[in-house]
């Protein structure tokens, strides 16, 4: 399995920069991608970016040009870097990884960190 940790959300005027963090543990040297999804008060989770193995990263139209995913050397730690924050980015975000084991892909979940931008 693979254990996640989040951290680095918080409060920030509209305009403003954030970065997230999630550091996986466990059998990371099983996982294929990582990513970010996030979910608004009273909307469904929606896919936000995720990094393959092979450092292919891909972006939700409505964070492009705005968010960037990396991750360590180590494959490790994914982070989210958030500039020009609108106040519809206000949602948990949540880390998640796929990864395989046992010949299948599973995915693990953080447990969601707050990120609020204010008008």
């Known amino acids: 399995q693979v254990q996640l940790v989040e951290s680095g959300g918080g409060l920030v005027q509209a305009g403003g920069s954030l970065r997230l963090s999630c550091a996986a543990s466990g059998s990371i040297s099983s996982i294929v991608t990582m990513g970010w999804y996030r979910q608004a008060p009273g909307k469904q989770r929606e896919w936000v970016a995720h990094i393959s193995s092979s450092g292919i990263t891909n972006y939700a139209d409505s964070v492009k040009d705005r968010f960037t995913i990396s991750r360590d050397n180590a494959k490790t730690t994914v982070y989210l870097q958030m500039n020009s924050l609108k106040p519809e980015d206000t949602a948990v975000y949540y880390c998640?990884?796929?990864?395989?084991?046992?010949?299948?892909?599973?995915?693990?979940w953080g447990q969601g960190t707050q990120v609020t931008v204010s008008s």
């Open positions: 998640t990884v796929q990864y395989v084991q046992g010949g299948r892909y599973r995915s693990s």
